[in-house]
């Protein structure tokens, strides 16, 4: 036969006390949390991403602003060649770049690539990341893609 419902020690493991947490442990362990963690929140928030492309002297920069859709691209084309396509999604700090060679009458993916934009290391991706260079199968062409961050 039950009493009534069991009563939860408190988080600092005072006596017994009811149900919810602010009425059993008080406001101060729930402001004690929010301050640790505005301490690590972050300083600084890359606002975009500037990916630039190079093939055959031709040079193509594209803007990928952050987003929270995970269908939102961004492309760039060299003429007949190759496409570049970014996506930046702020929520995972996560850029991701797409390089595809076009053979006959359709695009074909011949590099993939994620980079994690942690705001901490912002600063340092402002100067570049993820240098590559890349081959596609007719006449060995070459593209460079690199990417840069843009901090607030």
């Known amino acids: 036969m039950m009493a009534g419902p069991i009563p ?6 005072l006596e017994p006390m009811p149900m919810p947490i602010l009425d059993r442990c008080g406001v101060l362990p729930c402001v004690a949390l929010a301050a640790a963690m505005a301490v690590h929140a972050p300083l600084a928030w890359s606002t975009e991403a500037v990916c630039r ?15 929270a859709d995970p269908f939102a691209f961004h492309t760039a084309e060299f003429a007949e060649r190759f496409r570049v396509s970014a996506q930046y999604l702020q929520p995972a700090n996560k850029l991701k770049t797409y ?3 076009f053979r006959a009458d359709t695009a074909v993916l011949i ?22 260079k890349v081959y596609s199968r007719n006449y060995e062409r070459e593209i460079f893609v690199q990417c840069f961050a843009v901090c607030d």
């Open 99 to 101: 390089v595809y060679d």
């Open 53 to 67: 492309a190079e093939n055959g002297g031709d040079r193509i920069e594209l803007p990928v602003p952050a987003s």
């Open 8 to 13: 939860l020690p408190c988080i600092t493991g």
């Open 111 to 132: 590099h993939a690539a994620e980079y994690r934009l942690d705001d901490a290391s912002c600063g340092v991706l402002k100067d570049g990341f993820g240098l590559n």
